[in-house]
């Protein structure tokens, strides 16, 4: 059972353009996390999100939490080639429990 | 070292073999986890060891999988007699504790059975 769904599965832009890559839940979340993963290693995280509501911007990355705290976004502003990769969330049910990911979002930048 | 170590990065093994992978987590952290990654997809969750208590093994798929964490340290997870379908990326990862805190991942160990 998939718990967490993320939306599109594959995304292939130009460079400079806009992109948002969507994950969604039934559950509540005490926390969400975002990770990208390239070839042969192992995910790294982006950043950890824990208010319904928040915003969080790193650089060209904008993350949001939904107010619910079941929903996140990741807004990706001028995509460089250097953004390509697999694009996981990663949901919490409690702090004291393990996350589970989303089936990620291949995303693919054209120079 | 800073990071997580996983060995072997790569192990080809006959059907029907049993196998070891390791994971040496960062030093200091309290929390690790085993996940399996087919194929690009996401991270199927394994098991999680946080420090002393009794591991969460409800990802385990079958009896044929095992971990252990010798000493809150070194984790081994043992598959016994492997299946096709155990071929995936086990990936292994630590982190400081059981609250808010990102995980760091290992490279993985890219498992095939032949």
């Known amino acids: 059972t998939q718990l967490l769904e993320q939306s599109p599965q594959f995304l292939s832009i130009q460079e400079g353009e806009n992109l948002t890559v969507y994950c969604n839940s039934s559950?509540?979340?005490?926390?969400l996390q975002w990770y990208r993963q390239e070839p042969g290693e192992g995910p790294v995280l982006l950043v950890t999100?824990?208010?319904?509501?928040e915003v969080k911007k790193l650089k060209r990355l904008t993350f949001q939490f939904g107010d619910a705290r079941k929903d996140s976004s990741l807004h990706i502003t001028a995509a460089q080639p250097g953004d390509t990769g697999l694009y996981l969330c990663?949901?919490?049910?409690?702090?004291?429990?393990?996350?589970?990911f989303g089936s990620g979002t291949r995303l693919s930048i054209r120079p | 070292g800073a990071g997580v170590s996983q060995s072997p990065s790569n192990k080809v093994t006959e059907k029907g073999k049993d196998v070891e992978l390791r994971c040496d987590p960062i030093?200091?952290?309290?929390?690790l986890y085993w996940y399996r990654q087919s194929l690009g997809q996401g991270l199927e969750f394994l098991i999680y060891?946080?420090?002393?208590?009794?591991?969460?093994k409800s990802g385990l798929p079958s009896d044929r999988f095992s971990a252990e964490r010798t000493g809150g340290s070194v984790s081994t997870l043992t598959i016994q007699r492997t299946q096709q379908e155990d071929s995936a990326v086990y990936l292994c990862?630590?982190?400081?504790?059981?609250?808010?805190?990102?995980?760091?991942f290992g490279s993985g160990t890219r498992l095939t059975v032949v």
């Open positions: 990862a630590s982190s400081l504790g059981s609250g808010d805190y990102g995980y760091t």
């Open positions: 559950s509540v979340f005490s926390s």
């Open positions: 999100v824990v208010t319904g509501g």
């Open positions: 990663a949901g919490r049910y409690s702090s004291a429990s393990k996350i589970i």
């Open positions: 030093s200091g952290h309290t929390a």
């Open positions: 060891f946080q420090g002393n208590s009794a591991p969460d």
